[in-house]
């Protein structure tokens, strides 16, 4: 087990990489800036060792990501309507940052902070620990907040995320991590044939601003129902309107029926890699790159539509406006807990 610390000067930023490795050289790569998973490196049925996630070529590039490309996300994950929410009686204005909405805890998100780091060695495990504190009133949310977010990789070639909070005032929190997965290697190929198998029996629906409608939709008889596996490339092709208006993909939040081990189980045929995600929470958005244009230069080449696939475990901000959704609302001095496991194997 290591940890390596590898300080850097980024447009003037004095940032660190850290990249833990486990003792089936397995590795994960970080910034303090964002939390922002940089490289995730496994191997194929071969053993051959590639990466498997999204990450920038020129590590200045993160200044600008508006893809979240790997990045921790809040206060809040995904959007909340016309930027402004009520609780306990008081209404709370946000920065709108996509239209008229506050997109992933808006402009200076928590994918935009420097966190301060701490390295955790075990003898099974290789970690981080990473903390930061938003202030009362920070991007127009109530309560300071402090975060104790932990990224372990364990001799088991599991990389748990493990997110705690507390807040001193009543307010709404809800943190993900927006990872983009392609199990190909060296994002040889895009994700259309990603099998995703997936306990979810609902989804929710969305408008044309992806916002929530409110309406939780079966997945029975569509191409979101995921629970005995689906190629991704079936929500591409799709004539579904949910499809159309997500950009010819999927962007939505599928609620967990909890009732199986795994909740997702992504397996990609060519390199035989498995990807078996566990979370405590009660959903998650699968988003699948649409708006990823070919601009940008990633690690291993030119970025591309499709390239990746976003696992975003996390609570919803729809449940402010439909009390039925799972609720974002964290009481002052209540632990906010979210643990998310991602598991790699090669068959
Ligand atoms: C797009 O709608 C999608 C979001 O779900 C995603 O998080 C973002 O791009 C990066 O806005």
């Given amino acids: 087990m290591q940890a390596k610390t590898t300080p850097l000067s980024i447009d003037g930023h004095n940032w660190k990489e850290y990249t833990l490795t486990n003792n ?144 001193n005032k009543d307010t709404i929190l809800s943190l993900t991590n927006h990872s983009y997965f392609n199990l190909s290697g060296d994002l040889k190929e895009t994700v259309l044939n990603h099998e995703v198998k997936m306990n979810a029996s609902q989804f929710v629906e969305l408008d044309e601003e992806l916002i929530p409608t409110g309406r939780l939709l079966p997945v029975t008889d569509t191409v979101f129902d995921f629970t005995n596996g689906r190629k991704i490339a079936d929500g591409v092709h799709s004539d579904d309107p949910q499809n159309k208006l997500a950009g010819d993909g999927y962007d939505h939040f599928f609620l967990f029926d909890h009732n199986q081990t795994d909740n997702v189980i992504v397996t990609e045929e060519k390199s035989g890699r498995v990807l078996r995600v566990k979370t405590n929470q009660p959903a998650m958005v699968m988003y699948t790159a649409n708006s990823v244009d070919d601009s940008l230069k990633l690690k291993e080449g030119q970025s591309a539509k499709y390239l990746g696939v976003c696992l975003e475990t996390q609570s919803t901000p729809a449940s402010l406006k439909y009390p039925n959704f799972p609720s974002i609302t964290l009481r002052a001095n209540e632990k906010y807990h979210h643990t998310t496991t991602f598991s790699f194997s090669a068959q």
């Fill in 24 to 167: 089936n050289g397995l590795s994960v790569s970080f910034l303090d800036f964002g939390g922002i998973i940089t490289s995730l490196i496994t191997p194929d049925k071969n053993g051959k060792f590639e990466n498997i996630v999204i990450g920038f070529d020129d590590y200045k590039d993160y200044l600008n990501n508006e893809n979240y490309f790997g990045a921790l996300i809040g206060r809040v994950s995904g959007r909340i309507a016309n930027s402004t929410f009520t609780l306990n009686g008081e209404t709370f204005q946000l920065p709108a940052n996509e239209g008229a909405h506050h997109l992933h805890g808006g402009p200076v998100g928590l994918h935009s902070v420097i966190w301060q780091v701490e390295l955790i060695e075990t003898a099974t495990s290789s970690g981080a620990v990473l903390y930061h504190t938003s202030l009362d009133g920070e991007a127009g949310y109530p309560g300071t907040v402090r975060y104790k977010v932990s990224y372990t990789l364990t001799n088991e070639d599991e990389f748990i995320i493990d997110y705690e909070a507390f807040s």
